[in-house]
T-cell receptor, first 113, second 114 residues
């Protein structure tokens, strides 16, 4: 079946602009995660959604970052007033539930000029 | 807090050589342990996992054993191929979090030469 998909695959933006990244999880997966992969910080957790429960936002690096998950499916990660240090690959993963294997999307490569 | 430490890379081997990539962790209780692989131009894929002490995960000729006494989960393969060239990430999912979030090591780049 279809895996996790993310869009866009690449995004170049200017410092100060807002960006939206999209994730389509595997159908039926109730758990959804966002991670960030950057040269300086490696792979780090950003946010977790489980069904209709309140998300765990403990990994978001600043209040410029926010995310939502509509209807328990598609998720968008929004970065406001982007900074150069936001340049990274943003990865989305989904799983049947928090105890099951996480399947990753191909990522969105964000470059902030 | 929970953490994962991997051996520094890059690791360069000749085809058919033996591979070991060291991974140690710090966590409360008994976390689940994973190896993920990222092939060039592709996304992260689960390679193998182990969920309790002394479990051995295996896949595609790779193996790793969950060692509670040494808090380690070293990745091994008896005979590497050029197609194994990739970045390998050790990760844990710990009890200190109620989310199942993964905590990753820094990644080890493996290059296998013919």
């Amino acid at each position: 079946g279809a895996g996790v998909s993310q869009s866009p695959s690449n995004k170049v933006t200017e410092k100060g602009k807002d960006v939206e990244l999209r994730c389509d999880p595997i159908s039926g997966h109730t758990a959804l995660y966002w991670y960030r992969q950057s040269l300086g910080q490696g792979l780090e957790f950003l946010i977790y959604f489980q069904g209709n429960s309140a998300p765990d936002k403990s990994g978001l690096p600043s209040d410029r970052f926010s995310a939502e998950r509509t209807g328990g499916s598609v998720s968008t990660l929004t970065i406001q007033r982007t900074q150069q240090e936001d340049s990274a690959v943003y990865l989305c993963a989904s799983s049947l539930n928090k105890r099951e294997t996480q399947y990753f999307g191909p990522g969105t490569r964000l470059l902030v000029l | 807090g929970d953490s994962v430490t991997q051996m520094e890379g890059p690791v360069t081997l000749s085809e058919e050589a033996f591979l070991t990539i060291n991974c140690t962790y710090t966590a409360t209780g008994y976390p689940s342990l994973f190896w993920y692989v990222q092939y060039p131009g592709e996304g992260l894929q689960l390679l193998l996992k182990a969920t309790k002490a002394d479990d051995k995960g295996s896949n595609k000729g790779f193996e790793a054993t969950y060692r509670k006494e040494t808090t380690s989960f070293h990745l091994e393969k008896g005979s590497v191929q050029v197609s194994d060239s990739a970045v390998y990430f050790c990760a844990l999912s710990g009890l200190s979090s109620n989310t199942g979030k993964l905590i990753f090591g820094q990644g080890t780049t493996l290059q296998v030469k013919p």
